[in-house]
């Protein structure tokens, strides 16, 4: 992966803009100078440094995977304890660890302590001991954290009844095709497991007709079978559930599928 970075071919220059991942921008000349005084160190030598540089970043990737998924269940990523979770921002009452969003439409307003404020579209609370100011994806602001009173965040009405609305249906649960509360059914919902490219998600249907129709809209999902093969032989996607739960599942053992 790496080595691609640097040993970029002729052709590809003359194409299109495409997105690129430098570690540090404008650093790229540095980076092939380094790479040059290790080649003349020897190839064994750059073998090797490729190499820590791969588990490093494959190492990096293990955690962020950790994180995610902790977060999904609804637990602390740093000590794996249960968090409470208000609209928009998630607090661990154990080890004091909390993860918030900033304004999408409201803004954010950092308080000085010399009275003074500045605002901005979010923010973003760096480890280097500062506060950094963005608006319109442009850092514009860099501020000390000794210098910071406190962060208002500014949150719009439409936005904070939209967050709530969807809390509420994904607590109460809602049929993926028509968005009708499924509190009401007298059966279990049908159960469905599919994947848009690489991640599995999981929906939820009050009837046949609601699964069909979904079905019939994406049709695309065939390809990898979802809708005819169950998650717990397949190995095609990324998983987030187990699959026991799947309906087609239910239907394979029970005789009935379609």
Not at 204 to 221: G, V, W
């Amino acid at each position: 992966m790496l080595k691609g970075l640097f040993n970029k071919k002729d052709e590809d220059a003359g194409s299109g803009p495409r997105e690129r991942q430098i570690v540090i921008e404008d650093q790229a000349e540095e980076a092939e100078e380094a790479m040059s005084l290790l080649s003349r160190e020897g190839r064994a030598n750059l073998d090797n440094t490729l190499e820590e540089i791969e588990t490093t970043v494959q190492e990096a990737a293990k955690t962020s995977l950790r994180t995610i998924k902790l977060m999904e269940e609804g637990r602390c990523p740093s000590c794996g304890q249960k968090t409470q979770q208000f609209l928009f921002t998630s607090v661990c009452a154990n080890c004091g660890w909390f993860s918030y969003i900033s304004p999408e439409e409201g803004n954010s307003i950092i308080h000085l302590k010399n009275g003074q404020k500045i605002d901005c579209g979010s923010t973003f609370d760096t480890r280097g001991d500062y506060i950094l100011g963005i608006t319109d994806g442009v850092v514009r602001a860099k501020v000390s954290k000794d210098n910071v009173e406190h962060i208002e965040f500014v949150w719009t009405d439409d936005e904070i009844e939209r967050k709530r609305q969807a809390r509420d249906r994904e607590q109460e649960g809602i049929c993926s095709w028509c968005e009708k509360s499924l509190l009401e059914l007298e059966e279990e919902p049908i159960v469905v497991y599919a994947a848009f490219g690489h991640d599995q998600h999981r929906y939820l249907f009050c009837t046949d007709r609601c699964e069909k129709a979904f079905q019939k809209q994406y049709p695309i999902r065939i390809h990898k079978n979802c809708y005819s093969r169950t998650c717990i032989d397949c190995g095609l996607c990324q998983k987030r559930y187990s699959g026991e739960d799947e309906t087609f599942a239910k239907r394979l053992q029970e005789g009935t599928a379609r």
